[in-house]
T-cell receptor
């Protein structure tokens, strides 16, 4: 069966520090991968999606970036965090959109 | 107009009640529709897909009206464990490259 792993679960980072969140999927090949963010009291915002290695589509201009160095690995990065980057970051995968997405357990990021 | 709109609630109902949530979406090109459930501080989990013919899964019934761009979720015989936030979700376009989530409707079931 397919599983998605996301870490760390919780992270507290100072303003201006770098960020790297990793997500991996097991048990499938060539998944579509997604990064979402949920700010406190707000809905899920799509940040990036990828349909293949090295293929990244950005949804929102900001100081975050994403990379997909391997088929089942998706990384979210920032060179310098802002207070407004705080939120619940969720990675998700799908094979086709018809069946919805499966989310990882998320990373709760607090920028202080 | 927001891409997906939901009444945020909260809906406070007693056990055994029937409750209905509604959702509207703005993009007529959307092809697939879902309801997700999100427990407090957890990731969203797929509750059910929504089909034009309507579909039922136990106590849950979902309906889609493409003409009105309207989706509904009916929960019968509410349980305490149904307390959660329910997210209405649609594909952004025909290519379905991304799912767009509503902000959710909060349900609280009490004994």
């Amino acid at each position: 069966s397919q599983t998605i792993h996301q870490w760390p679960a919780t992270l507290v980072q100072p303003v201006g520090s770098p960020l790297s969140l990793e997500c991996t999927v097991e048990g499938t090949s060539n998944p579509n991968l997604y990064w979402y963010r949920q700010a406190a009291g707000r809905g899920l915002q799509l940040l990036f999606y990828s349909v293949g290695i090295g293929q990244i589509s950005s949804e929102v201009p900001q100081n975050l970036s994403a990379s997909r160095p391997q088929d089942r690995q998706f990384i979210l990065s920032s060179k310098k965090l802002l207070l407004s980057d705080s939120g619940f970051y969720l990675c998700a995968w799908s094979l086709t959109y018809n069946y919805g997405y499966t989310f990882g357990s998320g990373t709760r990021l607090t920028v202080v | 107009r927001k891409e997906v709109e939901q009444d945020p609630g909260p809906f406070n109902v007693p056990e055994g009640a029937t409750v209905a949530f509604n959702c509207t979406y703005s993009n007529s090109a959307s092809q697939s529709f879902f309801w997700y459930r999100q427990d407090c501080r957890k990731e969203p989990k797929l509750l059910m897909s929504v089909y034009s013919s309507g579909n039922e899964d136990g106590r849950f019934t979902a309906q889609l009206n493409r003409a009105s761009q309207y989706i509904s979720l009916l929960i019968r015989d509410s349980k305490l464990s149904d307390s959660a936030t329910y997210l209405c979700v649609v594909t952004r376009n025909q290519a379905g490259t991304a799912l767009i989530f509503g902000k959710g409707t909060t349900l609280s079931v009490s004994s």
